[in-house]
């Protein structure tokens, strides 16, 4: 089974179920996360939705995730369909 499947049955929900499963505190990790970052490029990893896109829009950031579906639902405009372990690049 394609390991990105169960993200595809969910895309369109996901960012709502990710919400709900940590109780909102994925948006302030996310705010925390870009604030230690220091201007220029940046890869989000498992980049999904976009969810990070508000805090990460001042950087030039390539989204990478495996799940195409989830990625046609990212803001970012550089996009890559892949794993964090098998950088095509």
């Not at 976009?50 to 195409?68: H, I, M, Q, R």
């Amino acid at each position: 089974m394609n390991e990105s499947a169960n993200f595809s049955n969910i895309h369109k929900f996901y960012d709502f179920i990710n919400s709900l499963t940590t109780l909102g505190f994925d948006k302030s990790w996310r705010k925390q996360a870009a604030d230690k970052l220091n201007p220029g490029n940046v890869l989000d990893l498992g980049s999904g939705t976009g969810a990070s896109y508000s805090d990460l829009k001042n950087f030039d950031v390539t989204a990478l995730d495996p799940d195409e579906q989830m990625l046609s639902l990212n803001n970012f405009e550089k996009k890559i369909v892949g794993k964090g372990e098998e950088l095509p690049f």
